[in-house]
């Protein structure tokens, strides 16, 4: 009865997912090394490091292989002359709707990471709220923020 | 139009007493680490406090001199700031509401505080005038209300009415079922706290455990007056604060005042009400009592939050709310119908009690033996709390209003019209998804939080209907 949202984000947010999942893994085992040293010396019980490196391996697994794909096959958009549908999530599944006449303002974003790949992600703002829509094509993404914010200036209405 | 005024002189010292309070702490640390050492250093940390305290007063009465508001050109123009000059130029037209503070300080001298609010939901976006006289008040009041008459065409003429006053009975019933008592007790273990250093707790308490073995029924009692004492105390606060609580229509206007020793009046833009919540907390809910607020989208400064979240009627038979509001909110039906959540929900929502409760009544047991044993009252209270969430949770669509119900601790009942609800969401997890349940929230606007409804393992097919009724799509015949 309730159509999904069908649009996928771009599949090169699943590139700039897994380096960002790099990136915080070479941070983590930075930690754990650190950590696992100063346990070393204080000589503390050898099954705190045992657990420490396990969650070392597990980690970097779930956020470089795992959860990006996950995370981007679960991903649906949509953004309809009156409304826009946002659908994402792992284990909790969450659909959102935001009415144009509710946009107050769309921004893109792009971090190094992104812009290296030309991607952007845009986030609509509503009086209370903001939703992201992660890793669209640069050109999508402008052009996705034009459409929006042309579509809700023509449904001004008061707050 | 206008020359530029002034505040009341007294603002400079209200301004320099807050400054100061606000750099207490430093001084009673620098006095203190000063004091310690020797007379030397005690006299030259007092010189330092006094250096400090002079220039306090001194930019107190700097910035009331710099502080100076005048009509123009229909704009209210202020001009402020001691060593960053800045201006604030407000459009009448653009002013939401007036409220109105009186404060024991105000009172004394026949004073005002004035705070003016704009649509816009930033904290620029507002003035205050901290003390000024009630005349000059009367004529911001009227110079707003001009200008805003003139750019509005028709203007009908209505009067004012009165909507609400609370009675001696009702504010007896409101402060015995307010859960101030906790905020007093609190209080009043963070000021002995404090006390630490000062009072030799060691020294008094040395050979506490065998006096108090000996005396536990002195101690019992004492604790008991204790508690007692802060129960009337915060009685007494309560009553203070709301005393002569009223609310009054005017053509578009909420008009609230309250207050014995500060008090307070505040404009509410009907058009402006965003949502109305109603909460019971459990006392209230036996006899039949609740207390309705609106969210109101103004401005949300920090010191103002309170009043995105208005007090509407602070304590209301529940079959009295519709009776005595459906006249000024002609759009909400204040009593809606709800539907609950499907049998199978019910121990979903116990199960999510257990996870918290049930390793922490385990681990008490295998911890504290015999005395863990107690924490299975724990267990039961949280079961019971588990099986009113089921209870009280409920959903209605009834034309143009959502309502939803929830319990946290307390029962909250939330009204949102359809044009006021800025997003919604409807989720479900794995194990709501093979039982067919599933999450609903709804945002509305508001000042600072409290925005937001959500009632959790509703029948999927209710959770859609609601999806459906806000979304802008038409739903096609054949989809499946």
């Known amino acids: 009865m309730v159509l999904n949202p069908q649009k996928m984000i771009s599949n090169k947010a699943l590139t700039v997912w897994r380096i960002s999942g790099i990136i915080k893994s070479l941070i983590g085992w930075a930690v754990t090394g650190t950590a696992l040293f100063l346990l070393h010396i204080f000589d503390l019980p050898f099954w705190i490091s045992m657990i420490l490196i396990v969650l070392g391996v597990l980690f970097p697994i779930l956020d470089i292989f795992v959860i990006p794909m996950l995370r981007w096959r679960s991903y649906r958009y949509e953004v ?80 | 139009m206008s020359d530029s005024k002034r505040l009341h002189p007294i603002v400079s010292i209200l301004t320099a007493g807050k400054r100061v309070r606000n750099i207490l702490p430093f001084f009673i640390t620098i006095l203190i680490a000063g004091g310690r050492e020797s007379k030397l250093s005690l006299l030259i940390s007092l010189g330092i406090s006094l250096v400090i305290f002079i220039l306090t007063l001194l930019t107190g009465i700097l910035s009331w001199l710099r502080f100076t508001y005048r009509f123009e050109e229909n704009e209210l123009r202020i001009e402020y700031g001691v060593f960053v000059r800045k201006k604030r130029y407000i459009p009448l037209e653009r002013i939401q509401s007036i409220n109105y503070t009186e404060g024991l300080i105000q009172q004394m001298f026949g004073l005002v505080k004035v705070r003016i609010e704009t649509a816009g939901g930033e904290n620029e976006d507002e003035a205050v005038f901290s003390a000024i006289t009630k005349e ?40 015995l079922t307010s859960g101030g008592v906790g905020v007093v007790i609190s209080a009043v273990f963070a000021l002995f706290s404090q006390l630490d250093d000062w ?13 108090a073995l000996k005396n536990i029924m002195a101690i019992m009692v004492v604790v008991f007056i204790g508690f007692f004492l802060a129960w009337v105390i915060s009685l007494f606060i309560t009553m203070l604060k709301y005393a002569n ?29 965003q949502a109305i919540r109603i909460k019971e907390n459990i006392l209230r809910q036996m006899i039949g009592y609740a207390t309705v607020y609106i969210v109101s989208a103004g401005s949300g400064s920090a010191e103002n939050q309170e009043e995105t979240k208005v007090i509407l009627l602070p304590i209301i038979r529940i079959k009295d709310i519709a009776p005595l509001l459906q006249e000024s909110l002609p759009d909400y039906q204040l009593e809606p119908i709800l539907i609950s959540p499907p049998k199978r929900a019910l121990h979903r929502y116990i199960f999510r009690t257990w996870y918290v409760i049930v390793p922490i009544v385990l681990a008490s047991i295998l911890f504290l033996k015999a005395w863990g044993a107690l924490s299975l009252v724990l267990f039961a209270v949280g079961t019971i709390w588990a099986i009113l969430k089921y209870k009280d949770a409920g959903w209605c669509l009834e034309g143009k209003q959502l309502s939803l119900r929830y319990r946290t601790i307390i029962r909250t009942t939330v009204l949102m019209q359809k044009n006021r609800i800025q997003s919604l969401k409807m989720r479900e997890n794995y194990f709501q998804q093979k039982r067919e349940l599933g999450t609903i929230e709804a945002f509305v606007k508001s000042g600072s939080g409290d925005s937001w409804a959500a009632v959790v393992d509703l029948e999927k097919g209710d959770i859609q209907k609601i999806y459906q009724w806000y979304s802008r799509k038409r739903p096609k015949e054949t989809a499946g």
């Open chain 2, 136 to 175: 000059e008040a009367q004529l911001i009041q009227e110079y707003v209300s001009t200008a805003k008459q003139e750019s509005r065409i028709i203007k009908t003429v209505e009067e004012d009415q009165k909507v609400f006053s609370m009675s001696t009975s009702e504010l007896l019933i409101l402060s």
């Open chain 2, 245 to 273: 609580f009223t609310v009054v229509r005017t053509e578009g206007d909420f008009i609230i005042s309250y207050g014995l020793i500060e008090k307070k009046q505040m404009t509410i833009p009907l058009r402006r009400i």
């Open chain 1, 80 to 159: 309809r002359e009156e409304e826009m549908e946002l659908k994402e999530g792992i284990f909790t599944k969450t659909r959102t709707l935001v009415p144009m006449i509710r946009v107050q303002h769309v921004d893109t974003n792009q971090g190094p990471l992104l812009r290296k790949y030309k991607l952007a992600s845009v986030v609509v703002h509503t009086a209370a709220t903001a939703h992201i829509i992660p890793a669209l094509e640069e050109e999508e993404a402008e052009e996705l923020r034009f459409f929006i914010s042309k579509l809700a200036r023509a449904a001004e209405d008061d707050v």
């Open chain 2, 199 to 211: 009072i030799p707790y060691k020294k008094i308490f040395g050979g506490l455990e065998e006096w």
